[in-house]
């Protein structure tokens, strides 16, 4: 197992952006039978920061973030309290009577693409307030996946920490870089930074743009963290500042 380990590091090593990164660490734990992974990073104040997700998994990763389900994934809410892995998906809901209503509905609609089982591992943050985890998820019966969990327990755990860390650096080398370069916005970034200098509201921007009220916040957010700004009205002025946005 040390040989695989080391093995992978050299070849992590090598990888000098966050897609080459994920690429290689695709190929990895695909090698040891988890097509399906998913990798996130949290903020308690604003959500969901980063995510990732393999090609598999790619149907389901849609209709997450359509739904927003991020917002009351259970990975994230109960993440910082649980072992360092847990199982995870609706093979394993019975293990967790405490899951709201809203959780166990995130963890049904996985079900509807068919993933039925998971392992969930956390990883260690640089940033405090952030909360990072994995899921590895299988079209998989309860009773085989933790035999095959069972037999890869300690080399998938010591992957990801190390994919985490390798991520950790790309982002941070992409937040610096940002510093000196002109900020960008989506469309829908600024069409909602657009509604929001015209003094409306969250749920008055959702009915202009015919979206969710959470999915306004979300690009709000994202234009927030895209900016470097603290609210929401900090944004709305530096996008006006710099031109990305005409009142």
């Excluded at 985490?164 to 992409?174: A, G, T, V």
């Amino acid at each position: 197992m040390d040989q695989i380990i080391g093995d992978f590091m050299v070849t992590l090593s090598a990888a000098t952006s966050a897609t080459q990164t994920q690429k290689i660490a695709e190929r990895f734990f695909k090698n040891f039978g988890f097509e399906g992974v998913f990798y996130g990073i949290s903020n308690q104040q604003d959500g969901l920061l980063d995510s990732w997700v393999t090609q598999s998994l790619s149907a389901w990763s849609t209709a997450y973030h359509q739904e927003a389900d991020y917002i009351c994934d259970p990975l994230f809410s109960h993440l910082p309290n649980m072992p360092s892995q847990f199982y995870t998906g609706a093979d394993f809901m019975i293990d967790y009577p405490y899951l709201s209503r809203h959780e166990r509905a995130v963890i049904l609609r996985a079900e509807s693409f068919g993933l039925t089982c998971g392992i969930a591992i956390s990883v260690p943050c640089q940033n405090s307030s952030e909360i990072a985890g994995w899921n590895f998820i299988t079209p998989l019966k309860r009773t085989e996946f933790e035999r095959r969990y069972r037999n890869t327990a300690r080399i998938l755990q010591m992957s990801a920490i190390l994919v985490h860390l390798k991520l950790e650096d790309h982002r941070r080398d992409d937040c610096q870089s940002k510093q000196y370069s002109t900020p960008h916005l989506t469309p829908r970034e600024q069409e909602c930074l657009l509604w929001l200098g015209s003094g409306l509201r969250t749920n008055q921007i959702a009915w202009k743009m015919g979206i969710k009220a959470v999915t306004v916040d979300m690009h709000i957010r994202n234009a927030r963290l895209r900016l470097g700004a603290n609210t929401r009205e900090h944004a709305l002025a530096i996008a006006l500042t710099k031109g990305l946005i005409k009142p």
